[in-house]
């Protein structure tokens, strides 16, 4: 008998396509296959000539681009030199998540979809387009699209004799077991924080915990605003990088949080464990040390403060003992129940732990070796880097906004990592953040004789000031930035640094304060005014022109 194996292959960058990979696999659980689910970067793609099954779940990033997390397996999969029939076995379907509003939508399902097809793979149904701008966002698209899919799934392998799907009504077990320990370890986990002798270039699996430096607020007090330049030490990572380059950093939870976490779900946070998987073949959470805490789990790894999606519900509404909060959780994770989910969780940015709050009697029930299928890890944030390393050598700084706004609920929203950052205190002792550096998608010119017109407004300035710090270091003197913000008394960031340039000959200033005359005034508004200069930048002088904001 052919064996009933399924691959499921996501490239996500937010983590929709990880929920709805996860949620394809937990599917086919149900019809007894043996599944998979994996990161498409982390799949040896050399064996997909082997493979009779795959359901590829694929996102697309920016202006058409594929998420970090499948760019190797995109290179490779693109070579000119593969042959034409070497996916000749497989049946496979794609299944895509993107956002209409933007020029390139799914690009990336579509082109893989079609890619496949050409080195020879048998399409089980048409590319299944997924649409964030839609009333009941991608599961519009997704749910029909699974029911078929696993019409044309089961017709290629029926269920075993004797066997039935199983039920919705049963609970699958947990993806891995956790075992307390007896007594506490000898060496207590201090996980990511521990500053390390690298081994390699520092990496998301690898972060280096820089030192904190410096953390200065450059708004005025009384500006509606925080934004912070941050500055960190990398002194001995092995890190580099150039003008356009992003960092990554590692947020954690609050202790205010973590400890109403644990309350909640009656943890004591001090307790040590193991993780087991359930199935031979699942690998552990990479970033979690083993043995781990409670509030290391809750502190480093678990996303409570995300907005919970629909298979969170799902599953927390098969721990309740409660019924009117189950059927309150089942209508949240059926397809009817979307629209009334969405006023919920999304509309008002509900975390989830509010949400656990809001169902006390099936959160104390939760088990806790569910909580890492329950709620996703932490993801690292990018920041550009505000700083050139031949201005500042072993730095790194960041200019950040605080993100802070309000909704309905009474308490204002904020940013998990902007919060976090903006509340370390250098003064208070060796602070460290977990962080490494990646590639941007911005490239300055090799040529220091080319010119560079820089429009960046607010924070968006940041990767401008890494260029322009790196190209006077160089001595290229063809500089010109465009720069608004509100008012010139209260967010003019880096005022004295750009003034100091524009004395010395090394930068063109325009600034746009729209807040500070009558009529409003914008960057777009000084480029207007500018439009002879600009232009002979262009044509006589081939300028580049960059915009960030």
């Not at 209409?100 to 082109?111: I, L």
């Not at 924070?459 to 500089?479: K, L, S």
Request: proline share 8%; charged share 20%; hydrophobic share 40%.
């Amino acid at each position: 008998m052919v064996e009933r194996k399924l691959l499921v292959l996501f490239g996500s960058q937010t983590g929709t396509a990880q929920d709805t990979a996860e949620r394809i696999g937990r599917e086919a659980k149900r019809r007894h296959f043996q599944c998979r689910v994996e990161a498409l970067d982390s799949y040896d793609v050399a064996n997909l000539i082997n493979e009779l099954l795959v359901v590829f779940v694929c996102a697309t990033t920016g202006q058409g681009d594929p998420p970090d997390n499948m760019k190797m397996f995109w290179r490779f999969l693109f070579r000119k030199n593969l042959p034409p029939g070497s996916l000749c076995q497989l049946d496979y379907a794609v299944l895509g998540l993107g956002d209409s509003s933007y020029p390139k939508f799914n690009f990336v399902a579509k082109k893989l979809h079609k890619r496949v097809l050409q080195l020879g793979g048998n399409p089980l149904l048409p590319v299944a387009l997924g649409d964030d701008q839609h009333d009941l966002g991608p599961d519009a698209v997704v749910d029909p699209w699974l029911l078929a899919l696993w019409d044309k799934i089961l017709a290629l392998y029926p269920l075993p004799p004797g066997l039935e799907i199983i039920s919705p009504d049963v609970r699958l077990p947990s993806k891995y077991t956790l075992h307390y320990l007896a007594e506490d370890p000898l060496h207590p986990d201090g996980g990511l924080l521990q500053p390390t002798a690298p081994r390699a270039v520092p990496s998301e699996l690898h972060p280096f915990a820089a030192r904190v430096v410096s953390n200065q607020r450059v708004t005025a007090e009384s500006h509606f605003q925080d934004v912070r330049l941050i500055e960190f030490d990398v002194t001995g990572s092995g890190i580099t990088f150039s003008a356009g380059d992003v960092v990554m950093i590692q947020p954690q939870n609050c202790p205010e949080d973590v400890q109403q976490f644990c309350q909640l779900l009656r943890l004591d946070p001090d307790r040590h464990f193991v993780l087991k998987p359930t199935e031979p073949g699942t690998s552990l959470p990479a970033l979690l040390p083993q043995p781990c805490t409670i509030r290391h789990l809750v502190t480093h790894y678990l996303d409570i403060s995300c907005v919970p999606r629909r298979s969170f519900f799902e599953l927390l509404s098969y721990f309740s003992t409660n019924e009117l909060e189950r059927e309150k959780l089942q209508e949240f994770s059926s397809a009817q129940g979307q629209e009334e989910l969405y006023s919920y969780c999304n509309r008002p940015r509900r975390t989830t732990l509010e949400a656990l709050w809001d169902f006390p009697h099936t959160t104390c029930a939760i088990p806790p070796e569910y909580l890492l299928d329950l709620i996703p890890r932490i993801r690292p944030r990018a920041f550009s880097i505000a700083s050139s390393m031949l201005a500042h050598p072993d730095r790194i700084q960041i200019l950040m906004a605080v993100v802070r706004y309000k909704t309905r609920l009474s308490k204002p929203r904020r940013g998990l990592c902007s919060t976090w950052l903006a509340s370390l205190n250098p003064e208070q002792g060796d602070v460290r953040v977990p962080l490494w550096v990646k590639k941007g998608g911005m490239k300055f010119p090799a040529d220091p004789d080319t010119p560079v017109i820089m429009i960046g407004p607010g924070t968006g300035v940041a990767p401008f000031r890494a260029a322009i710090q790196e190209r006077v270091a160089q001595g290229c003197r063809g500089n010109c930035l465009f720069f608004g913000c509100r008012q010139k008394s209260k967010d003019f960031y880096c005022q004295a640094e750009w003034e100091e340039l524009v004395t010395k000959g090394f930068l063109t200033l325009f600034t746009a304060f729209s807040r500070d005359q009558e009529e409003k005034v914008y960057v777009q508004h000084r480029i207007q005014e500018n439009r002879r200069l600009v232009w002979e930048l262009l044509s006589s002088r081939s300028a580049h022109v960059y915009l960030a904001g």
